[in-house]
T-cell receptor
Framework: NAGVMQNPRHLVRRRGQEARLRCSPMKGHSHVYWYRQLPEEGLKFMVY????????ESGMPKERFSAEFPKEGPSILRIQQVVRGDSAAYFC????????????FGPGTRLTVL | DAKTTQPPSMDCAEGRAANLPCNHSTISGNEYVYWYRQIHSQGPQYIIHGLKNNETNEMASLIITEDRKSSTLILPHATLRDTAVYYCIVRAGGSQGNLIFGKGTKLSVKP
């Protein structure tokens, strides 16, 4: 049973470019969460999605960041016009939903903005 | 979700038990205690969780005090690969919301 998959594992972008991070949840999981970890800091929640719905985006920066979890395919975290401060590790977690709510994390995508 | 307090760092000798404490004095009756760890810069790894009874799985044991204001994660025979940051998180049962990570405890297992 494959775990949470994220790709790419490493992503390098120049300032002003777009970054797209993908997350495939564990089989049978319909809830996805995105977290960001800045260098030498703890993980911070960004957004929580279910299929085709954003449930909580209270941790998302107001501009340039968006997330989706379509009916088919992986969840996407999109960062437009990246800046150096976006350099971080982005982790995705998934959970089955309802009472079984333990979140399982993927290996992360390390974004470097030059 | 209730706040947790953990020591910033701990050392443990290889092969010995590692006992990691966590205080959560404002925990509510329906809140669970979760433990995760992050090895170097990998994704956080779920370890164990419990409500009020002690729990054990293949990775660790979780001891929760009777008043539920504190808990201890026990790694019975620590290895060098257990060196990581360990996070204690309190979260309402059935909650689908986000996890709130504090600074955790940096456990260093030494040979």
């Amino acid at each position: 049973n494959a775990g949470v998959m994220q790709n790419p594992r490493h992503l390098v972008r120049r300032r002003g470019q777009e970054a797209r991070l993908r997350c495939s949840p564990m089989k049978g999981h319909s809830h996805v969460y995105w977290y960001r970890q800045l260098p030498e800091e703890g993980l911070k929640f960004m957004v929580y999605l279910q299929k085709e719905n954003i449930i909580d985006e209270s941790g998302m920066p107001k501009e340039r960041f968006s997330a989706e979890f379509p009916k088919e395919g992986p969840s996407i975290l999109r960062i437009q016009q990246v800046v150096r401060g976006d350099s971080a590790a982005y982790f995705c977690a998934s959970s089955p939903g309802l009472a079984a709510d333990t979140q399982y994390f993927g290996p992360g995508t390390r974004l470097t903005v030059l | 979700d209730a706040k947790t307090t953990q020591p910033p760092s701990m050392d443990c000798a290889e092969g010995r038990a590692a006992n990691l404490p966590c205080n959560h004095s404002t925990i509510s009756g329906n809140e669970y205690v979760y433990w995760y760890r992050q090895i170097h810069s990998q994704g956080p790894q779920y370890i164990i969780h419990g409500l009020k009874n002690n729990e054990t799985n293949e990775m660790a044991s979780l001891i929760i005090t009777e008043d539920r204001k504190s808990s201890t994660l026990i790694l019975p025979h620590a290895t060098l690969r257990d060196t990581a940051v360990y996070y204690c998180i309190v979260r309402a049962g059935g909650s689908q919301g986000n996890l709130i990570f504090g600074k955790g405890t940096k456990l260093s297992v030494k040979p």
